[in-house]
């Protein structure tokens, strides 16, 4: 099975991933939520991820989801991923992308997960108002305009 570690900014990610749960199912292995705080020094923040990474890290894969592109937790973890076989960092994490996760990792390979993971997370994303007044408008397109 494909593991994955959440590491963000504050409790954020364990709320996505109890949020997550709620959702899909609880995930009963291979899912650490890692928190980054202010007082926490780079080093503790460090150990812990990569205590993690050598728990979590599997022949089928691990993800790491961090919250903010050149933020502290994605810093950490590039570093420690860098030379490690089927391990990736996706940063940006959202509850949509751990949703098409935990629904999705036993059944696709790690490339077609994280493939899946990354359309998944850019699909959610829209602006809904848009997308409603879309499709509640009129279809003007086959009729002749006015003169």
Same mark, same amino acid.
Do not use: C, W
């Given at each position: 099975?494909i593991n994955f570690?959440?590491?963000?900014?504050g409790?954020?990610g364990?709320?996505?991933?109890?949020?997550a749960e709620?959702?899909v199912?609880?995930?009963?292995?291979g899912?650490?939520?890692?928190?980054v @705080?202010s007082?926490?020094?780079l080093?503790?923040? @460090?150990?812990?991820?990569? %205590?993690?990474?050598?728990?979590?890290?599997?022949?089928?894969?691990?993800?790491i989801?961090t919250?903010?592109v050149?933020g502290?937790?994605?810093?950490?973890?590039?570093?420690?991923?860098v $030379?490690l076989?089927?391990?990736?960092?996706i +940063?940006?994490? $959202?509850?949509?992308?751990?949703? %098409?996760?935990? %629904?999705?990792?036993q +059944?696709? +390979?790690?490339?077609d997960l994280?493939?899946k993971?990354?359309?998944?997370s850019?699909k959610s994303?829209?602006?809904t108002?848009?997308?409603?007044?879309a499709k509640?408008?009129?279809?003007n397109?086959?009729?002749?305009e006015?003169?």
């Amino acid at each position: 099975m494909i593991n994955f570690i959440i590491i963000t900014h504050g409790e954020f990610g364990a709320y996505l991933v109890e949020a997550a749960e709620g959702i899909v199912g609880a995930q009963a292995e291979g899912v650490r939520a890692v928190t980054v @705080r202010s007082r926490q020094s780079l080093q503790e923040i @460090r150990g812990q991820l990569e %205590s993690h990474i050598h728990e979590l890290q599997s022949p089928q894969g691990l993800i790491i989801f961090t919250d903010i592109v050149g933020g502290t937790a994605n810093n950490i973890a590039l570093p420690l991923v860098v $030379n490690l076989s089927k391990t990736t960092v996706i +940063s940006g994490v $959202n509850l949509y992308m751990l949703i %098409s996760a935990f %629904s999705h990792r036993q +059944s696709f +390979s790690f490339d077609d997960l994280t493939q899946k993971v990354l359309e998944d997370s850019k699909k959610s994303i829209q602006d809904t108002k848009k997308l409603l007044l879309a499709k509640s408008a009129p279809d003007n397109s086959s009729k002749a305009e006015a003169p």
